[in-house]
């Protein structure tokens, strides 16, 4: 084992906000949890107590009625800011003092860099880059993770959970985040910082990074699976056009498993929309384009981890050949 | 004078000087005692009046003006939430990245003194910068580091804001604002990436904007691209490099972006993000938590395209 390569990736100066992601995220995490859950308990009393809702405070802070339900911003939220202030100051100060921003050899076209890295925060795309190709991993996801985040809002028809945390009442919601997020967004930008070495090759914890390694690539396309060659084709064919057949074969077949994927995966989607008795009251409430935009968004978001799965489990490249664009 | 002081006998100028002298000495007593005095409430003073426009008395009503008429607080309403200004709910991460911003845009200032977007010399600014200029290395840590914390800060932010629901109802444009201000960070710190000109700029660089070749219709090497016309000369990817390659039309146009364009736009965002958030009605929460049974069912005719009107 060789636990220096790790190391060596662990402590690269350029690599400590995604050390410090392992902690931060599961404790912020760990800490909307709690809240929610202390909440969930809260909703849960009110809500068999239909008394006790009208007249408590409805929060778990502590309550008095003869306290303001306001405080002023001068002093009681200014000197937070002004503490909150100093307190990032000083952790600036005290990293910059002890750890170097990296500066390597004068930029150089002719020396590549091996493996040559995008910037820590865009490592997930460029991991998604070993399953798609690039002008779905570089243009269109990053185009579908704005606009489907900017979406949000407007899709999200549960009116409860506005405001305060709750777990109970916006499962779905939080799943779905937690799942983009974490899953999808700060698991790749860790793979793509530990885990992938020299020609983004795969090197488990404590293996070497072996710059003269060589993989064989044995992935295939899903028509050759099926050894689609277009020869039923070239009966319908006029004779001098018979050797586009196999290219038009691969075109036609691969519409298919496209298209079965966002039959089976809307609908799996949609069940998952139905639930809960919850969930189907939120669903009610839901109008046409909601629906259609959401289930959308989630059927597109799921064809990274299905891609992967295809992928490591079948070794699969493409789903769909055509001359222009492979999927 | 004398005619004035109704004094006979003294009419003499030394006379004159001496009583001057002694009168002035009690004024300067009665004066410094005065000033003395003033120092202790130095809030009551012509000086801090004429900077602060008001008095500052601990009553309410000055604990309110001391926010409203101040050109930098006022972006705060005069009172908020007494259970908002708790760290657990907000995790003051919205504040912390717009206080790094302004880290940012200060070292960044001080930074384009020794800098020159130029091949020639963009590198050896950097090593001049790092073993000349006092406390150069240490200028340019907190401005990289301070970059980074700034994309953490962003991403718990907005996680923060979705755990909360905080996007609902009224403040769902507000999201779509910090999803772009969240893009422009991106950016901002990925232009400011190949600054240096090293390897590992250059490179990640070069990685980035080998994604734009594949940009359908855009792009060369992408869908439709060349059918459409494109070529490594015309393409999206030359548009944002200047050149084919990453050169010196790359350095000078990462340069600006970095320095001029991004933190410009992303100042607007910002100024309609907290703009927003007064107009919304303040941070969310912690808001009493609702009931199912409270949901508001849809009466007659509902509206289209998008959501319901949703609660309350």
């Known amino acids: 084992m060789n636990w220096h390569q790790i190391w060596e990736v662990a402590s690269a100066p350029d690599n400590v906000p995604i050390v410090a992601l392992l902690f931060l995220v599961p404790f912020y995490v760990w800490y909307a949890f709690r809240q ?60 910059s003092i002890t750890l170097s921003a990296p500066l390597e050899e004068p930029s150089n076209p002719n020396v590549t860099m091996n493996p040559a890295k995008a910037p820590w925060y865009f490592l997930g795309l460029q991991e998604m880059l ?31 959970g506005n405001g305060y945390y709750t777990y109970k009442q916006r499962k779905f919601a939080i799943w779905t985040f937690l799942f983009g997020f974490i899953g999808l967004w700060v698991l790749m930008i860790v793979i793509g910082t530990f885990i992938r070495g020299p020609g983004w090759m795969w090197f488990w914890p404590g293996q070497t990074w072996d710059a003269q390694r060589v993989e064989f690539a044995v992935n ?82 799921l064809s990274l981890p299905v891609k992967i799965l295809l992928r490591l489990l079948l070794r699969i490249k493409y789903v769909w050949v055509t001359p222009w664009f492979s999927i | 004078m004398a005619e004035e002081n109704g004094d006979k006998k003294s009419t003499g100028l030394l006379d004159r000087v001496r009583r001057d002298v002694t009168d002035l000495k009690e004024t300067i007593k009665e004066k410094g005692k005065e000033e003395l005095e003033g120092l202790k409430e130095p809030e009551k003073t012509q000086l801090f ?72 010399q963009a590198f050896r600014d950097i090593l001049y910068l790092e073993n000349d200029v006092p ?63 090293d390897q590992l700029g250059f490179w990640a660089v070069t990685v980035g904007t080998n994604m734009a070749r594949a940009t359908p219709l855009l792009g060369t090497e992408g869908p439709f691209g060349a059918m459409f016309g494109m070529t490594p000369y015309n393409d999206v990817r030359f548009a944002l490099l200047g050149g084919s390659i990453v050169d010196a039309n790359a350095l000078l146009r990462a340069y600006i972006w970095h320095c001029i364009a991004i933190p410009l736009i992303a100042s607007i965002f910002m100024a309609l993000h907290f703009w927003r958030v007064r107009k919304d009605g303040g941070i969310s929460g912690p808001a009493p938590v609702m009931l199912e049974s409270e949901i508001k069912e849809e009466k007659g005719h509902r509206p289209v395209i998008l959501r319901p009107s949703g609660m309350v």
């Open chain 1, 36 to 95: 929610a859950l202390e909440n969930d308990r809260l909703i849960d009393k009110l809500s068999a107590d239909p008394q006790a809702a009208k007249t408590e405070y409805r929060k778990t802070e502590p309550w008095n009625p003869k306290w303001e339900r306001e405080v002023h911003t001068w002093p009681y939220l200014l000197r937070i800011e002004l503490v909150a202030a100093i307190l990032v100051t000083a952790l600036l100060m005290v990293w």
């Open chain 1, 130 to 160: 070993v399953y798609f190709d690039p002008w779905i991993a570089g243009v269109i996801m990053p185009t579908l993770i704005i606009v489907g985040l900017m979406v949000v809002p407007y899709i999200d028809a549960n009116p409860l």
């Open chain 1, 220 to 301: 295939r396309n899903v028509d050759q699976i099926f050894g689609i060659n277009g020869s039923w084709l070239v009966h319908f064919m006029p004779a001098s056009n018979a050797s586009y057949a196999p290219i038009l074969a691969r075109i036609i077949f691969g519409i298919f498993p496209i298209l079965f994927y966002f039959v089976a995966a809307g609908y799996g989607v949609h069940r998952l929309l139905l639930t809960t008795e919850f969930s189907r009251k939120i669903f009610k409430r839901m109008t046409l384009l909601q629906m259609a935009t959401m289930e959308l968004f989630l059927i597109l978001m």
């Open chain 2, 49 to 120: 009046r004429s900077i602060f426009r008001v008095k500052h008395d601990e009553t309410p009503r000055n604990r309110a003006l001391s926010v409203l008429s101040n050109v930098f607080f006022h972006l705060h309403p005069a009172k908020v939430n007494r259970d908002a200004v708790k760290y657990k709910f907000t995790w003051g991460m919205g504040g912390i990245t717009f206080y790094l911003f302004i880290v940012l845009t200060f070292t960044g200032v001080l930074l384009m003194f020794y800098y020159h977007p130029s091949k020639v």
């Open chain 2, 135 to 197: 406390f150069g290395k240490l200028l340019r840590n907190m401005h990289r580091w301070a970059a980074h914390l700034m994309i953490i800060a962003v991403w718990l932010h907005m996680f923060r804001v979705f755990l909360t629901g905080s996007y609902k109802r009224p403040r769902e444009f507000n999201w779509c604002i910090g999803v772009l201000l969240m893009v422009l960070t991106l950016l901002l710190s990925f232009t400011g990436y190949l600054l240096p000109d």
